[in-house]
């Protein structure tokens, strides 16, 4: 396979090799704890209306995975976390990826993320490994 579709003329996606699709171009990719955050917003706005609007199941659902997988608990931590990813030489993508999951050392962040392999050595990767560790027990 050459990687184009040739139906369509566009190149396949690959998140292991950073390829998106156009439409992801100017999209962020979001913390589950940014997602966390939104959605309990979203549900205190629905809990003060005068008449209550019933959340669908999704909504629930997602509220109660984003509550399970969300490390980050306050906006200054999430600030800090993305500031810190930023001012690395990551792709939007990798820095949610590094956020959202965690890993445990540079081995399953490489394992995980492979687009990690080529950009940084294991120390490097180790430090924010450190940096996301200290984020997420002094908050």
Known sequence: SSGINAEYGE???DAAQL??????KNADALLISEVHML????KEQNEEM?????????FNKTLEYTEKFSFYQN????K??????????LHKFEAACLANLCPDNYEEAKA????????????????MLED??????FQ
Not at 19 to 24: A, I, L
Not at 50 to 58: C, G, I, K, N
Not at 132 to 137: A, E, G, P, V
């Open 132 to 137: 996301l560790k200290t984020f997420k027990d």
């Open 50 to 58: 005068d008449e209550d609007q019933e959340l669908s199941a999704v």
């Open 39 to 42: 959605l309990k917003v979203r």
């Open 75 to 78: 906006r200054e931590t999430i």
């Open 11 to 13: 190149e396949d996606e």
């Open 19 to 24: 390829k998106f699709p156009s439409e992801f």
């Open 112 to 127: 995980l993320i492979p687009s990690l392999e080529e950009k940084f050595d294991d120390d490097e990767l180790n430090e």
């Open 80 to 89: 800090a976390v993305r500031e810190n990813l930023q001012s690395k030489n």
